[in-house]
């Protein structure tokens, strides 16, 4: 089955702890995103990637940060300078920049 | 940069009616207008997307409407059923120059039965 993996669904964190949110996509799509979903603020844009080694901040980047050393893994770390960290986060792929968005099923962060 | 206002915030309809979702756009560059929904506890999925080049966009019970020189843009549900219910999204985009999708921040919609 082609589609997005996140891992893992909840996370639980303590003040002041980094933590890393995996992606892996496998529809061999070049471009791959990260969003934040807060209640009643949408969808935001941390960073994104349109290919390998490349990626550019997004909307709300500070206190994130990103890699992607694989065309299929675009993995995030929340580190501790993120103030409000507490949050639903969405991985996307698409097969070109603008294009429609394939998500991943999320993964919950709460820190404790 | 580009900004999406979307309303109402929520919706509550009865089972059978129609419903309308309203959004507008700043960036008058933007050409890519999709729609997503996101039912409780899964992830956002297309539903309907439409090109500035177009005014209006059918499929099945869901249309898209389009007004580029008002820069706002429209989602119609018709004959509304309990499975439509779920958090709806619009977004933009400039797909000439790449730019990415900018979100609205979400209508829920209820369709009581």
Redesign the interface.
Known sequence: DGGITQSPKYLFRKEGQNVTLSCEQNLNHDAM?WYRQDP??????IY?S?IVNDFQK?DIAEGYSVSREKKESFPLTVTSAQKNPTAFY?CASSD??????F????SRLTVL | GENVEQHPSTLSVQEGDSAVIKCTYSDSASNYFPWYKQELGKRPQLIIDIRSNVGEKKDQRIAVTLNKTAKHFSLHITETQPEDSAVYFCAASNRGSQGNLIFGKGTKLSVKP
Do not use: D, K
Not at chain 1, 40 to 45: A, Y
Not at chain 1, 96 to 101: C, D, I, N, S
Not at chain 1, 103 to 106: A, I
């Open positions: 995103y009643g603020q949408g969808l935001r844009l994104y349109q997004g969405l070109r920049r603008a294009g429609e968005l998500f991943g099923e999320g």
